[in-house]
């Protein structure tokens, strides 16, 4: 599986931004799929995840925020990202895999990973 995310960018604190990831492979669906964000000097943290099932998860610091959704038929799944403030600044990653459910907050148990995409809020 190869992953590739793209909408990043700047915006103003209390915009909106969404990130997309496309997918090639054709077990896309079956898998895992989260993003996670890494601010400078900060370590890589679970941001949302969907499971092939359709349950979603969120960190609590984006809850309301933030949406994760997912296109099956279009391989890709996407973070619709409101009310965005200056702490949100990250590059995000979408990452993919097939883990159980304990393991999805854990960066380390994703075995594909996209680029990575900038996400600048400004104050």
């Known amino acids: 599986v190869q992953l590739q995310a793209f909408g990043g960018g700047l915006v103003q604190a209390g915009g909106s931004l969404r990130l997309s990831c496309a997918a090639s492979?054709?077990?896309?669906?079956?898998?895992?799929m989260a993003w996670f964000r890494q601010a400078p000097g900060k370590e890589r943290e679970f941001v949302a995840v969907?499971?092939?099932?359709?349950?979603?998860y969120y960190a609590d610091s984006i809850e309301g925020r933030f949406t994760i959704s997912r296109d099956n038929a279009e391989n890709t799944v996407n973070l619709q990202m409101n009310s965005l403030k200056p702490e949100d600044t990250a590059v995000y990653y979408c990452?993919?895999?097939?883990?159980?459910?304990?393991?999805?907050?854990?960066?380390?148990?994703?075995?594909?990973w996209g680029q990575g995409t900038l996400v600048t809020v400004s104050s």
């Open positions: 990452a993919a895999g097939n883990l159980i459910l304990s393991s999805i907050y854990s960066p380390e148990r994703y075995a594909y």
């Open positions: 492979g054709r077990t896309f669906s079956s898998y895992t």
């Open positions: 969907r499971r092939s099932g359709g349950r979603t």
